[in-house]
T-cell receptor, first 111, second 114 residues
């Protein structure tokens, strides 16, 4: 089976930096993805890590440590529009294309 | 439209009825996925198509759920004898080649079974 754990809720202020952690347990591992979802909206792809290290895309960065089965999403210079739910997701093996999602972290950005 | 579209956006039905949910993927995307999302949870995989064939249907909860993609583009998720527990948002996603890493999601169909 597969399971992912991430905090249910995080609160931060505008302009700050926030880190959302994700730990996973899978029978195989092919990569860790992050998706953003605003209330009532569709999940939107943010980033993907297949190898250890940091991937940076603008204000968002994502990190992966395969040996620790751990990753995080780092959001810098927080803006009010970043208030949303953030999901980590794994693809567990090459034969299975579907993603297994965590339960999501609800980020609330305060002024 | 460049994105994934889903119809209807909302569907209210009575217990025991049959429903069909439609997904129009991004043009040229060969891979199509159906997920189900309950309130406060992440999307839960249902079925994956590569072209016209269901390459992985291991997420379908039971035989009341069925999906087709006859021409390799539009897909329909069919639910027979709906139950109140089927109430959820049904999300469709597509990706270019089935590499899986970047999936583009539609806005979902909110199904409410009374």
């Amino acid at each position: 089976g597969q399971s992912l754990e991430q905090p249910s809720e995080v609160t931060a202020v505008e302009g700050a930096i926030v880190q959302i952690n994700c730990t996973y347990q899978t029978s195989g591992f092919y990569g860790l993805s992050w998706y953003q979802q605003h209330d009532g909206g569709a999940p939107t792809f943010l980033s993907y890590n297949a190898l250890d290290g940091l991937e940076e895309t603008g204000r968002f960065s994502s990190f992966l440590s395969r040996s620790d089965s751990y990753g995080y999403l780092l959001l810098q210079e927080l803006q009010m529009k970043d208030s949303a739910s953030y999901f980590c997701a794994v693809r567990s093996d090459t034969g299975r294309r579907a993603l297994t999602f965590g339960s999501g972290t609800r980020l609330q950005v305060q002024p | 439209g460049a994105g994934v579209s889903q119809t209807p956006s909302n569907k209210v039905t009575e217990k025991g009825k049959y429903v069909e949910l439609r997904c129009d993927p991004i043009s040229g995307h060969t891979a199509l996925y159906w997920y189900r999302q309950s309130l406060g949870q992440g999307p839960e995989f249902l079925i994956y198509f590569q072209g016209t064939g269901a390459a992985d249907d291991s997420g379908l909860p039971n035989d009341r759920f069925f999906a087709v993609r006859p021409e390799g583009s539009v897909s329909t998720l069919k639910i027979q004898r709906t139950e109140r527990g089927d109430s959820a948002v049904y999300l469709c996603a597509s990706s270019l080649s089935g590499s899986g890493e970047t999936q583009y999601f539609g806005p979902g169909t909110r199904l409410l079974v009374l």
